[in-house]
């Protein structure tokens, strides 16, 4: 306490400031033992491969995806890999889509082709077509992707279900192309920060989430689940509340190598983009206890800490404790994403991401006051 007292005497420090900074350095020891803890762990991590070269079943569903089908669908036919099927779900397509995938099945003996009809009843959402896809499915080996994806390399399916062997649930990454402008920059920095979470929790066996332009899992794990029975009345959760049932107790192994990344083009307007954020928030709404809580840790010591430091400044408190504070932050965040960003290849958003990170935050807010006020009801615009 005397201690304390000689600091306070000597920096000019008033009551007021003090408690602002005990309230960031409480809230910034917590940001950094979450991110020693969390992400650190995949800072260090190794991937490990295995020789599986049993049967995959490769599904997409697609609604009115005709030009996406006609610009991806041939990656994911030319695959390397030997053994495996592709499925394409035509969800009630009202483009060329069906003569289209008619046209190509004549090709193509690996494509296989489900068409659901226009007096089917279905929910929004792709859990019906996504159902209809994994029965279809000849292997016990299913791996999933979006009709806007590109496998990186022809050795995608390779790289995602090498390690098959010995796990049941794979997780990979699905990353946007790179394209000029703040929105672009601001899709992929989500799509990082998403992958950063749940990359990170599930190597401490703490798996809440894949997404579905990238995942892998085992048929017989979908159907001892009974599917999507638990949450078909919501649009959305394919890859999120699906996994979570399913995760307990299952061997789950995640992929960061390039070669097994898909690419989609990102959206190009914000408004299109913040619906779509909103969308995917609402869903956090149905997750289990315990990730809302580690979900909420970061974020919520974040505001505090920025918020404590704002009031510093505006305290007009000296710039050498202002600074003595924010540092720490950056350097560790530095430190621990140079890697990451490497891995998950979106490195020239790293000098720029403390940045990136503020906006988002602010964001990210926005996007929660505005669900409680009036939750996105449509699955799309």
Same mark, same amino acid.
């Given at each position: 306490?005397?201690?304390?007292?000689?600091? $306070?005497?000597?920096?000019?420090?008033?009551?007021?400031?003090?408690?602002?900074?005990?309230?960031?350095?409480?809230?910034?020891? $917590?940001?950094?033992?979450?991110?020693?803890?969390?992400?650190?762990?995949?800072?260090?991590?190794?991937?490990?491969?295995?020789?599986?070269?049993?049967?995959?079943?490769?599904?997409?569903?697609?609604?009115?995806?005709?030009?996406?089908?006609?610009?991806?669908?041939?990656?994911?036919?030319?695959?390397?890999?030997?053994?495996?099927?592709?499925?394409?779900?035509?969800?009630?397509?009202?483009? &060329?889509?069906?003569?289209?995938?008619?046209?190509?099945?004549?090709?193509?003996?690996?494509?296989?082709?489900?068409?659901?009809?226009?007096?089917?009843?279905?929910?929004?959402?792709?859990?019906?077509?996504?159902?209809?896809?994994? &029965?279809?499915?000849?292997?016990?080996?299913?791996?999933?992707?979006?009709?806007?994806?590109?496998?990186?390399?022809?050795?995608?399916?390779?790289?995602?279900?090498?390690?098959?062997?010995?796990?049941?649930?794979?997780?990979?990454?699905?990353?946007?192309?790179?394209?000029?402008?703040?929105?672009?920059?601001?899709?992929?920095?989500?799509?990082?920060?998403?992958?950063?979470?749940?990359?990170?929790?599930?190597?401490?066996?703490?798996?809440?989430?894949?997404?579905?332009?990238?995942?892998?899992?085992?048929?017989?794990?979908?159907?001892?689940?009974?599917?999507?029975?638990?949450?078909?009345?919501?649009?959305?959760?394919?890859?999120?509340?699906?996994?979570?049932?399913?995760?307990?107790?299952?061997?789950?192994?995640?992929?960061?190598?390039?070669?097994?990344?898909?690419?989609?083009?990102?959206?190009?307007?914000?408004?299109?983009?913040?619906?779509?954020?909103?969308?995917?928030?609402?869903?956090?709404?149905?997750?289990?206890?315990?990730?809302?809580?580690?979900?909420?840790?970061? *974020?919520?010591?974040?505001?505090?800490?920025?918020?404590?430091?704002?009031?510093?400044?505006?305290?007009?408190?000296?710039?050498?404790?202002?600074?003595?504070?924010?540092?720490?932050?950056?350097?560790?965040?530095?430190?621990?994403?140079?890697?990451?960003?490497?891995?998950?290849?979106?490195?020239?958003?790293?000098?720029?991401? *403390?940045?990136?990170?503020?906006?988002?935050?602010?964001?990210?807010?926005?996007?929660?006051?505005?669900?409680?006020?009036?939750?996105?009801?449509?699955?799309?615009?």
């Amino acid at each position: 306490m005397h201690n304390i007292q000689k600091i $306070i005497e000597l920096f000019n420090i008033s009551n007021t400031e003090l408690n602002f900074i005990i309230l960031s350095l409480l809230s910034l020891t $917590i940001i950094l033992i979450f991110y020693l803890y969390f992400f650190r762990s995949l800072f260090f991590y190794k991937e490990t491969n295995g020789k599986f070269n049993s049967g995959v079943s490769v599904i997409v569903c697609a609604r009115n995806e005709y030009s996406n089908l006609k610009k991806n669908l041939h990656s994911l036919l030319s695959q390397s890999y030997e053994n495996y099927e592709v499925i394409v779900v035509n969800d009630k397509s009202t483009d &060329k889509s069906k003569e289209y995938l008619k046209e190509l099945s004549g090709k193509y003996n690996k494509l296989q082709i489900v068409n659901i009809d226009d007096h089917i009843d279905s929910r929004e959402g792709k859990k019906f077509a996504l159902t209809l896809g994994i &029965k279809t499915a000849k292997y016990e080996h299913i791996l999933l992707t979006d009709a806007d994806c590109t496998p990186r390399s022809n050795n995608w399916i390779n790289e995602m279900c090498n390690s098959f062997d010995s796990n049941d649930i794979i997780l990979g990454f699905g990353a946007y192309k790179k394209n000029g402008g703040l929105l672009n920059k601001f899709i992929r920095f989500d799509t990082f920060n998403v992958a950063l979470y749940y990359f990170s929790f599930s190597i401490k066996n703490l798996t809440y989430m894949g997404v579905g332009r990238n995942l892998a899992y085992k048929k017989s794990i979908f159907f001892d689940n009974k599917g999507f029975a638990k949450h078909m009345h919501i649009a959305s959760g394919d890859d999120d509340l699906f996994i979570q049932e399913v995760a307990s107790n299952k061997n789950i192994n995640i992929k960061l190598n390039k070669l097994s990344h898909t690419t989609s083009e990102s959206i190009d307007k914000w408004k299109d983009w913040l619906f779509q954020k909103r969308r995917h928030i609402s869903t956090s709404s149905h997750y289990k206890l315990k990730f809302k809580i580690l979900l909420s840790i970061l *974020p919520f010591f974040t505001y505090l800490y920025f918020f404590s430091i704002i009031f510093l400044i505006i305290l007009k408190a000296k710039f050498v404790i202002i600074l003595s504070l924010i540092l720490p932050k950056i350097i560790f965040s530095y430190v621990i994403n140079y890697k990451i960003m490497r891995k998950l290849d979106c490195y020239d958003l790293y000098f720029l991401h *403390p940045i990136y990170e503020i906006l988002y935050l602010l964001l990210q807010c926005i996007f929660m006051i505005n669900n409680i006020v009036d939750k996105p009801k449509k699955w799309k615009r």
